[in-house]
């Protein structure tokens, strides 16, 4: 418990310096469980992850805590992770629920987790007009923006379906922040923080090639490089209330 409370300490710092410490988001942690992940697992560099981000949870989080996903071939909602259950979660919780798979789908947890905390999205558009449509203004306001922390050792094989929800939930209080682990060259996660055309700016990227080297206040900063300039254009542009 000690230390995800000094956690919680350091990650106070940043919000306050980013200006955000007070506000409240629903936080999520959408983690790869594909085997190329299975070192990270059993170093227990996933677990220090569930934690650090804990501390994020703890000062952010409307309920304290981060909610977890997991995504591999199929797509899994795992539960909270919170002060009580954190020591040990990845072992005693998520790997009691899944296992490791042989492939990486993005789509499916982007999805499930777009149905938990905003509005469906629709079936893919069909047409040679679909992509020029453009983004609708936001059905309705929220108090509660959703940041989810989306961490991926390597490729998809569903690019197409990813970068389409990307799209459509641009209208949403809904912040994507992929997190890329490795040594890969991440284009596509790339390309997702840089596409044009949407509502709002509504993810980021960064890529470290070990994680348990990069300090906490190192990536806290990281984690919510975007983060701040994204709640003031929600509010601007009526996503947010």
């Given at each position: 418990?000690?230390n995800?409370?000094?956690?919680?300490?350091?990650?106070?710092?940043?919000?306050?310096?980013?200006?955000?410490?007070?506000?409240?988001?629903?936080v999520?942690l959408?983690?790869?469980?594909?085997?190329s992940?299975?070192?990270?697992?059993?170093?227990?560099?996933?677990?220090?992850?569930?934690?650090?981000?804990?501390?994020?949870?703890?000062?952010?989080?409307?309920?304290?805590?981060?909610?977890?996903?997991?995504?591999?071939?199929?797509?899994?909602?795992?539960?909270?992770?919170?002060?009580?259950?954190?020591?040990?979660?990845?072992?005693n919780?998520m790997?009691?629920k899944?296992?490791?798979?042989?492939?990486?789908?993005?789509?499916?947890?982007?999805?499930?987790?777009?149905?938990?905390?905003?509005?469906p999205?629709?079936p893919?558009?069909?047409?040679?007009?679909?992509?020029?449509?453009?983004?609708?203004?936001?059905?309705?306001?929220?108090?509660?923006?959703?940041?989810?922390?989306?961490?991926?050792?390597g490729?998809?094989?569903?690019k197409?379906?990813?970068e389409?929800?990307?799209?459509?939930?641009?209208?949403?209080?809904?912040?994507?922040?992929?997190?890329?682990?490795?040594?890969?060259?991440?284009?596509?996660?790339?390309?997702?923080?840089?596409?044009?055309?949407?509502?709002l700016?509504n993810?980021?990227f960064?890529?470290?090639s070990?994680?348990?080297?990069?300090?906490?206040?190192?990536?806290?900063?990281?984690?919510?490089?975007?983060?701040?300039?994204?709640?003031?254009?929600?509010r601007?542009k009526?996503v947010?209330?």
């Amino acid at each position: 418990m000690g230390n995800v409370i000094n956690l919680a300490k350091k990650a106070k710092v940043v919000l306050e310096k980013k200006a955000i410490f007070g506000e409240k988001a629903h936080v999520v942690l959408a983690t790869d469980i594909s085997v190329s992940m299975s070192h990270l697992y059993n170093s227990g560099v996933v677990q220090e992850l569930v934690d650090r981000l804990l501390g994020i949870g703890i000062n952010m989080d409307v309920d304290r805590c981060i909610d977890v996903f997991a995504f591999g071939e199929r797509d899994h909602e795992i539960g909270t992770a919170t002060e009580k259950n954190h020591e040990g979660f990845v072992n005693n919780v998520m790997l009691r629920k899944v296992s490791l798979e042989y492939s990486t789908r993005y789509a499916g947890v982007m999805n499930r987790i777009v149905n938990k905390f905003g509005n469906p999205i629709k079936p893919a558009k069909q047409g040679f007009f679909a992509k020029f449509l453009g983004k609708k203004q936001p059905e309705k306001k929220t108090d509660i923006p959703t940041l989810v922390f989306f961490v991926t050792d390597g490729d998809n094989f569903d690019k197409t379906e990813a970068e389409r929800i990307i799209n459509e939930s641009s209208n949403q209080a809904i912040f994507w922040q992929f997190v890329g682990i490795g040594r890969e060259r991440f284009e596509f996660l790339q390309k997702l923080d840089d596409l044009k055309g949407r509502y709002l700016d509504n993810a980021d990227f960064f890529s470290v090639s070990d994680l348990s080297q990069v300090s906490d206040d190192d990536l806290y900063n990281k984690l919510l490089n975007e983060f701040p300039e994204w709640i003031k254009e929600a509010r601007a542009k009526g996503v947010l209330s």
